[in-house]
């Protein structure tokens, strides 16, 4: 067997594999997490195992040359971590871009006030309230639109991405829909609809706040109840001093009102697939991209966002906005509504019409499909892989395949292995605090 080569589960292995300097940014955080949830400290505490051979890797072989490789594996943490939450957004635009209709799907984006976002960090459930006022009342402006084909009750579907983020690393709870512009009826036809105009998304918001309102009657005003409140709170309020660059272009069908805004302007056609994966990417994506982070030789990290300036930050203020931008533990960060979930009689003749079979697929056969069709498997691990970050971990540069050899699951198996192929594991030993545990978070 020829040489090894370590690869992380997010790609090819290098100094700057993680957020650069990653052991200094371990030590700060890991030295003021007295106050911190569970979650989070899981959070934090898998995310610096992420990618690293100790704790498990897969090993892969050439059959030609008989070179091997050592994949790591992942955190598969939902949190901040750069190449799984990029994985994950890449995984949920192929799987969706596959088996959604072949219908045009126009985006719908809710953006709250902030006084209103640190209520919704607090209490996650009201956010969830207002995506099923908002989608049902989608649903009730295109069955408007779609009374006038005269098909009769219809239904609709929706995708929503719960981001709790900014481009900018600010906690900003907001909603992206992924809303068809068509609708189904009882036996299965489908009934194209047409564009929403300016005074429909308006009633679309009108409508959401009003029957929003009795979600929000019984809230009582949020206060930071302790030091990971308190982080949450500077993060929502504190807004970092960027100018940010005008917009050239008129926004059509946008709505504002009461702190509120409703956007949907953005539409991605029935054949457009490439199109429809890149936008459930962005919506599924994570809220730091590692392309847009550096560290600066003076120890402080800079950071380019999509829009505006490039602004730098110490690294206490960046493990501040890292783990103020932790999602809630348990609501989903991906939903599904109408005839997209699981459950729903029309899913089977719905997503059929992705592969163009709609015909053959009617409702009273669901009950009999699902008993007899086989669940669509996952994508594997080494499509993802190249999917996601581009080299193709089962193809070796001499032109032969790779196989799976073997697979070290634990620590010891795999600290194991390591030893015996020779590889020097770096230590995990933390750097010294130069301040006190309770000032590790000082800025």
Not at 98 to 105: D, G, Q, S, W
Not at 138 to 151: D, F, H, T, V
Not at 253 to 271: K, W, Y
Not at 349 to 362: D, I, K, L, P, S
């Amino acid at each position: 067997m020829k040489r090894c080569v370590g690869w992380r589960g997010g790609g090819p292995a290098s100094g700057a594999g993680k957020v650069s300097a990653a052991g200094g940014l371990q030590a700060r955080l890991c030295g003021g997490v007295c106050g911190l949830p569970k979650r989070v400290k899981l959070e934090a505490e898998r995310y610096f195992d992420c990618g690293q051979l100790r704790f498990g890797f897969v090993e892969v072989t050439c059959n030609n040359c008989k070179e091997s490789r050592l994949v790591a594996f992942s955190c598969k943490g939902r949190g901040w971590c750069p190449s799984c939450t990029a994985r994950r957004a890449a995984e949920t635009g192929l799987h969706l871009s596959t088996v959604l209709p072949r219908v045009a799907h126009r985006q719908w984006t809710l953006s709250l006030p902030f006084r209103l976002r640190h209520a919704v960090v607090k209490r996650p459930w009201l956010l969830k309230r207002l995506e099923v006022r908002l989608v049902r009342a989608i649903w009730r402006s295109q069955r408007r639109l779609a009374a006038e084909q005269g098909p009769g009750f219809v239904n609709g579907g929706a995708v929503c991405f719960t981001q709790w983020f900014g481009s900018r690393l600010q906690l900003t709870p907001h909603l992206h829909l992924m809303v068809p512009m068509a609708m189904w009826a009882e036996n299965g036809d489908l009934v194209e609809l047409g564009a929403p105009d300016e005074s429909a998304v308006a009633a679309v918001l009108k409508r959401t706040l009003l029957q929003a309102r009795k979600d929000w009657a019984n809230a009582e005003e949020a206060f930071a109840d302790d030091e990971f409140e308190v982080l949450q709170y500077e993060a929502i309020q504190g807004l970092l001093p960027l100018e940010m660059p005008a917009s050239r272009h008129r926004k059509n069908r946008v709505a504002v009102a009461e702190g509120f805004s409703l956007h949907a302007d953005t539409l991605v056609h029935a054949n457009d697939r490439e199109g429809l994966e890149r936008l459930c990417r962005y919506g599924a994506r994570g809220p730091i991209a590692q392309c847009r982070l550096r560290r600066l030789d003076d120890g402080r990290y800079e950071y380019t966002p999509k829009r505006g300036q490039t602004f730098t930050l110490t690294a206490e203020a960046l493990v501040r906005r890292l783990v103020a931008l932790t999602p809630p533990a348990k609501p989903h960060l991906t939903s599904f509504h109408g005839v997209y979930p699981p459950h729903s009689s029309l899913r089977a003749c719905v997503m059929a019409q992705a592969q163009g079979a709609a015909e053959n697929v009617t409702p009273k056969s669901t009950k009999a499909a699902k008993q007899k069709s086989k669940r669509r498997p996952r994508v594997d691990w080494a499509t993802l892989h190249q999917h996601t970050f581009g080299p193709d971990v089962l193809r070796c540069p001499c032109g032969g395949t790779r196989s799976i050899r073997a697979l070290y699951s634990t620590p010891s198996a795999a600290e194991e292995r390591l030893e015996a192929l020779g590889i020097q594991l770096d230590s995990r030993v933390l750097p010294q605090l130069t301040r006190p545990p309770q000032l590790a978070f000082a800025v």
